[in-house]
């Protein structure tokens, strides 16, 4: 995967999150998922990456209940 589709998929991470999660602003979702997607940022394969920045970003809404992510 090269470096601008793992940025496509992740932009549909946060589309996905948008259509989960309708009542957070985009900024909001983006606020999430892009330290999500830092924290990976130095992981050898990349194939996987937008799957576990969106598991990890579903998983902070979880946690904190989405209401309150905002």
């Known amino acids: ?27 909001s979702i983006e606020q999430v998922v892009h330290p999500a997607h830092e924290h990976f940022a130095n992981g050898k394969v990349r194939d996987f990456v937008p799957l576990l920045v969106e598991r990890l970003a579903r998983e902070t809404y979880a946690a904190f209940g989405a209401a309150h992510v905002v």
């Open 1 to 27: 995967m090269t470096n601008d589709e793992e940025l496509l998929h992740i932009d549909q991470v946060i589309d996905r999150l948008g259509m989960r999660f309708p009542e957070l602003p985009r900024e």
